[in-house]
């Protein structure tokens, strides 16, 4: 069985504090990156599309005192110890129950203020897979689930045990880089006609057997990308990126700073792909020509920030023309150099 941490030591784990353990990552370079653009004296709101804990939104509070924060967040238990986390800072603090996908909503009822930055800091918090009822974990059994908000209908347990065999093995394969997808999903369906899987260890279980059997020895646990896969299905993560990337275009006043964290190869290509479109048509100008990556320190003490990659833009006022240095380099690639010279 694999799926198993000792229960006394899982028990610790869910009783800490979890802001004790959530340590937000890239949290220098994200106040550096909001303050530099911005200013000191910055005034607006700064909407924390992923408030979790509210560990960003707290620094961005302390650095820039003249602007107020709307966080956002889908999971009602985080906002609840962010609101805690952030009570000193109430009085310019707005906090909503809403999904990346609702900001336009978000900014109705906020007022509609001038919006000055917009943070993204994708994924799950280390609390959401540290509570095993929660279901994103293949270290601690629990049920099914993987719902970052509970106002969904649609649990890792509905996928598992209704999605045929192609669909659940096109879903490891695209969502979670699983190369061996099919035999996996093939085995999910074998075991499912005898009993539905409702527990994470019994999938974890499954998948362990499945790709020991192919002798695949990794360094990650065995379900790691599977469970990926299914948790960005459950809660639609690739479709709520692309929301946000457009309400950043819609709703970012100009000079706005964009912020984007992903922890998913995916997810960073997504990014990266909006933002040199946006570029390249003058509504954003890019301040991250490379991602910026955790430094070797934050790396040693936080794993998580190992796959953390940051892209930040600043939207340009509309009809704006490319900034100089995108022209330039947009006019020496190669695609511009062979236009040139007449080829196709
Ligand atoms: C990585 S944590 C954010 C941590 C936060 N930056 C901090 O410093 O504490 C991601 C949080 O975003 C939330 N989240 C993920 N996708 C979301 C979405 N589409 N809409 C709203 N919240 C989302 C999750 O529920 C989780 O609490």
Redesign the pocket.
Known sequence: MVATEAPAMQERKEKRDPREK?V??L?REIVELFCTHLGADASGALL??????????ELLLQALPALELLG????PR?LEL?RERLAPHAARTRLFH????EIGRVLQEAGEPRLAGM?F?????S??IDEAARGFSFQADGPLDMR??PRRDRTAAQIVNTWDERDLADLFFFEGGETRARVIARAIVEARRRAPFLRTGALADLVDRVLRAGARAGKIHPATLCFQALRRAV?E?GE?LRA?LAAAERHLAPGGILAVISFHSGEDREVKRFLAEASREGRFEVLTRNPIEAEAPERRANARSRSAKLRAARRLPAGSLPPARDLVRAHSSPLFARLRRGQR
């Open positions: 959530h937000p990552v949290a924390d599309g992923t408030l979790g804990l509210g560990g960003h939104a956002l967040d889908q999971d985080a962010a809403a999904r990346i996908s943070l800091d994708l994924g799950v918090s609390m959401q970052m908000d809660n993560e709520e946000g």
